[in-house]
Nanobody, 129 residues
Framework: QLQLVESGGGLVQPGGSLRLSCEAS??????????IGWFRQAPGKEREGVSCIYVDGRGTRSKDSVKGRFTISRDDVKNVIYLQMNNLRPEDTAIYYC????????????????????WGQGTQVTVSL
């Protein structure tokens, strides 16, 4: 069973930065052949896609509200996915999840939770004074 573990969350002031990590382990720990997404869910809101990264250097895609502030990257040797978050805002407060797509994923739906079959437990990000 694939296990995804997020880390790096915490409390940060507005304008601050955090780097989230997502590490894969278990029997099926492969990242390099899968599209990976970062999602977040704030209290009382639905889970939404934040950023995704494609395979074989085909690029990334980010939600409009985080473009220029968040950067997703992957280290396929270490099986680790990162989300660098800069210029954080209070509205970024949420639990952040990483997820690995199913084998039949559609790159055009990289922000759709239904595309992803494996999820981490999440890490809390709180942006506040």
């Amino acid at each position: 069973q694939l296990q995804l573990v997020e880390s790096g969350g915490g409390l940060v002031q507005p304008g601050g930065s955090l780097r989230l990590s997502c590490e894969a382990s278990g029997r099926e720990f492969d990242f390099k052949n899968y599209m990976i997404g970062w999602f977040r869910q704030a209290p009382g809101k639905e889970r939404e896609g934040v950023s995704c990264i494609y395979v074989d250097g085909r690029g990334t895609r980010s939600k409009d509200s985080v473009k220029g502030r968040f950067t997703i990257s992957r280290d396929d040797v270490k099986n680790v996915i990162y989300l660098q978050m800069n210029n954080l805002r209070p509205e970024d407060t949420a639990i952040y999840y990483c997820a690995r797509a199913e084998m039949w994923w559609d790159e055009g739906r990289c922000h759709s939770p239904e595309v992803y079959g494996a999820w981490g437990q999440g890490t809390q990000v709180t942006v506040s004074l």
